[in-house]
């Protein structure tokens, strides 16, 4: 009986373990796609903004730019380019 116990356990754990893995990877593609959407979001206020301020430059560009580079590896260090 004590067996069958510890193989329950030790089945629920590896099975609850494999499901809790499977949702942060779940997770971490939901947030790097929302991610995204407000980078290209903040590309077009920002275009808004130097329309605005009559800046010019070319249309789409900050967006485009902002939505690409997405993702923790990407971002800028310390003020670094890309």
Same mark, same amino acid.
């Given at each position: 009986?004590?067996?069958?116990? #510890?193989?329950?356990? @030790? @089945?629920?754990?590896?099975?609850? !373990?494999? *499901? *809790?893995?499977?949702? #942060?990877?779940? *997770?971490?593609? !939901?947030?790097?796609?929302?991610? =995204?959407?407000?980078?290209? *979001?903040? $590309?077009?206020?920002?275009?808004? #903004?130097?329309?605005?301020? @009559?800046? =010019? $430059?070319?249309? @789409? ?9 997405? $993702? ?11």
């Amino acid at each position: 009986m004590g067996l069958a116990n #510890l193989f329950a356990i @030790g @089945g629920s754990t590896y099975m609850l !373990r494999s *499901h *809790h893995i499977y949702n #942060l990877e779940e *997770h971490e593609a !939901r947030m790097d796609e929302l991610e =995204g959407t407000l980078r290209g *979001h903040i $590309g077009l206020i920002e275009e808004a #903004l130097d329309r605005l301020e @009559g800046k =010019g $430059g070319e249309k @789409g560009k900050k967006t485009a730019e902002l939505y690409n580079a997405r $993702g923790r590896d990407e971002k800028k260090k310390d003020g670094e380019k890309k």
